[in-house]
């Protein structure tokens, strides 16, 4: 077994080189994860140098550090927050105790499904992501892709990082179990739906990253608020991380739409076909994949009512996002919520018991982050003169999961018959001719500074280099 | 250097709300909390933004590293930040004259305050004395630690002396101020500074925001084998116009008694560092409290003297003040041996004396500074107030072309390698 200089090539802040116990579990997982990249990761790769971001310290100057690296080289690191010795819980039902070093006996199996059930889709994402560098629509928008993926990579160390020490036995086996598991196999798949699904195209990724992602920064800030001290420190610089992802959809779905509106003003036209003839992607096509990849992300924030939110957060594992910004009580006994339901064929607001409803809480907050995202790609429209807006779905458009899955709904919110959704649906999700058309696009563009005919430029580079920087080098 | 005079301008730290996805990275990586958001915006405080660049590269977007010319009076405010929807333009050079005229009634505006923007200007640039000024440390740097301790996780220091340094009875106050850590982390640098968070709340009932201050103890303390740390501060009874003021800040530190509790963040700065490798050079400028890290890396130099390391490498001081009095550390400078620092004073307001600035100094010595710039064992560091910073360097490109050196190579490779470094505010 080769040996690992732990400071070098495994940077961190856990006293790595001093843990013999976590190094041999480590040692162990290492070569099975290198396989995993090579197996499953970013497709045919191998060779490349890529402009890279690495963190080898929290600090501000050391999180960031770039360089050309290959990407089976790069140093995934593990890294928790700076602490506070003396921190305390600030939720639930051991509020004022101290935060927990160590992981008390009773919450340990749901600590350790919370952990399994975070860090599965680290891996899901790059998985559902390795096609997409042989379409990449630039050099800049390729070496954004390999960022988000070895960053996902360095996010299921961490994950893997708090199963090897807090875990024992059953932690080393839960981490092999996230290398095995793969998205969209039938007999062994990823834990969450939306992690099953496949990222055909580049406007999906986009999608995919502002949307998805997105629900990934609202489940590390709330675990982030965590009793369990050394999670709460871990995601919260996995959140620095995350930041660059809804990055890369943000910017991706805006300069789609500021590409489309300029074929649509130089062909003076809102007709479809016409700007799928230019090479653009039609508003209505990015509206539609807006709506799936909405409706399927906010389905990941589980149930509208749960019992396990509510042990979740009264045993102080998993609090609310921005919990210390919130000014209740924070034990949120005997305080309600607003869900909806489906009450005769129709949609009632109802008042249930706020610990009851704490995924309804986040997905609330996460619609909102989401829409004022969206607000800003309207902008774009906005400042090209189109008249077109983008829109969010209502909640209950389209939902699997939860009281809302049984129920028809257009995307403005009107309960509909099965009759109206089958005859409406080509209208409100994506079709096979859209995935098709979009598909007919996704050529590779990778000279320095070009980019593909449906996609406009960003408006600056990474790190302060230029657009035209070269991104990737093809070894 | 003339103390009085200050910056009517300044570059303002901003944010691009079209590029800003809203992900409060900069605003959780902020060291001195300058950085808060609404709904709409995030935005950057420029009363409390010290441009130490922390947030820059966490940006995800890039839209953080925007910077805006603009009169200290009329700096952006973060309501006026909220609203925006896009960037404003600069400030063209007929609007800024005509503000800059009216802000400080007359008086022509200085250079920007923050250095740290990358000039963007088109057209013909002016004399631009902060592009030479590295982002990197000389690479036989000490590795520095940095943001140890932020706002929200403030240590506490002890106070353990407290030194009027400037001679008795003289109106200007700076004080030599030590404090101790105890058994709490805080390794410093020479070069590098520290901030102090007065206690209480400001006019707005909003807690006071730290100010910076640079360390002017080697790296072992001021009390070689202790925990402590000292600093150099000047009390402040003026603003920048001239007219009557109390600073927060500097008269709290310089009120402090030993045993009070002082809360203490940083450190603060990764690159103005100083070589330790023989026969290193250091040529150090600066005025007034500007001496402080100077102090720092001489002592350094001092207690290493008799290892006999650094007996090939050069230290050179070129230090201003209005006043002899006004000059801290004056007395114990006189008694360093010639053979260890080049010393060179200059003092704008003796009386019966000629008016003299540190730049007139180097033109004087600007058979030796040749010697040291083509050598590429020599760093130069410069602090004090930010109206030297131009004249300063500017004397530098001279002694550089007047010796037959080609300043554009040195200046960029001094840049490059970390060998000069600007701290002026």
Known sequence: ?475 | MDMAVDAGVIKQHLIDPEICIRCNTCEATCPVGAITHDDNNYVVRADVCNACMACISPCPTGSIDNWRTVPLVRAYSIEEQFTWEELPSELTPEQLSAAGIDASQGLPAAEPVLAASPDTAAGEAPFNSAAYGATVPPWSAARAFANLYGPKNATTATVVGNFNCTEAGFENQTHHIVLDFGSMPFPVLEGQSIGIIPPGVDAAGKPHHARQYSVASPRNGERPGYNNLSLTVKRVTQDHQGKPVRGVASNYVCDLKVGDKVQVIGPFGVSFLMPNHPRSHIVMICTGTGSAPMRAMTEWRRRLRKTGKFEGGKLMLFFGARTQQELPYFGPLQSLPKDFIDINFAFSRAPGQPKHYVQDRMRERAADLALLLKDPHSHFYVCGLKSMEEGVVLALRDVATEAGLDWDTIGANLKLEGRLHLETY
Not at chain 1, 29 to 46: A, K, L, M, R, Y
Not at chain 1, 282 to 306: C, E, K, M, P
Not at chain 1, 334 to 349: A, C, S
Request: no cysteine.
């Open chain 1, 1 to 475: 077994m080769s040996t690992i200089n732990y400071s070098e090539k495994i940077p961190n802040n856990v006293n790595l080189g001093e843990d013999r116990t976590l190094q041999r579990a480590l040692e162990g997982w290492q070569p099975n994860f290198i396989h995993w990249w090579d197996d499953v990761g970013p497709d045919n790769s191998t060779n490349y140098e890529v402009y890279l971001r690495t963190a080898v310290s929290v600090d501000p100057q050391g999180w960031a550090q770039f360089g050309h690296v290959k990407m089976r080289d790069y140093r995934w690191g593990i890294f928790l927050n700076p602490g506070d010795a003396n921190r305390e819980i600030h939720f639930g039902d051991h509020k004022g105790e101290k935060a927990w070093q160590d992981i008390p006996g009773e919450h340990r199996a749901n600590l350790r499904r919370i952990i399994v059930t975070q860090g599965d889709t680290e891996p899901a994402s790059v998985e559902q992501q390795r096609h997409l560098g042989l379409t990449a629509p630039s050099m800049y928008d390729m070496r954004n892709l390999f960022q988000i993926n070895v960053e996902e990579g360095r996010h299921l160390w961490a994950m893997v990082y708090l199963l090897h020490k807090h875990f024992g036995r059953d932690g080393r086996e839960e981490a092999e179990a996230l290398l095995q598991r793969q998205s969209g196999d039938v007999d062994n798949p990823r834990i969450l739906g939306a992690f099953n699904e496949k990222t055909p195209d580049w406007l999906a990724f986009f999608m995919f990253t502002y949307f998805t992602d997105r629900d990934g920064k609202f489940q590390l800030s709330a675990l982030a608020e965590s009793a369990f001290d050394p999670l709460a420190r871990t995601t919260k610089f996995m959140l620095t991380e995350e930041a660059h992802h809804m990055f890369v959809g943000e910017s991706g779905v805006s300069r789609v739409l500021a590409r489309t509106a300029a074929v649509m003003n130089e062909l003076k036209t809102d007709d479809a076909q016409k700007v799928r003839a230019a090479g653009a992607i039609d508003l209505g096509t990015v509206q539609r994949y807006l709506n799936f990849h909405y409706s399927v992300t906010i389905d990941l924030f589980g149930a509208d009512q749960s019992s396990n939110a509510a042990t979740f957060y009264s045993s102080g594992l998993k609090g609310r996002y921005e919990e210390g910004k919130r000014t209740d009580d924070h034990v949120l006994k005997g305080q309600t919520y607003k869900v909806l339901e489906v009450h005769n064929g129709q949609l009632v607001e109802k008042d249930v018991p706020m610990l009851n409803a704490l995924n309804e809480v986040l997905r609330d907050d996460f619609i909102k982050d989401s829409m004022a995202g969206v607000g800003r790609w309207n902008k774009v429209l906005e400042k090209a003169g189109v008249p077109t807006r983008l829109t969010v779905p209502h909640k209950a458009f389209n939902r699997q999961i939860g009281a809302l899955a049984g129920i028809k709904m257009s995307p403005d919110g009107r309960v509909v018959s099965e009759a109206e959704w089958a005859a409406q649906k080509a209208e409100w999700l994506p079709t096979p001719e859209d995935f098709a058309f979009v598909a007919s696009l996704m050529g590779r563009v990778v000279d320095p500074g070009k980019f593909a005919g449906w996609i406009a430029p960003p408006v600056m580079g990474i790190n302060r280099q230029p657009v035209d920087f070269e991104y990737v080098r093809f070894g």
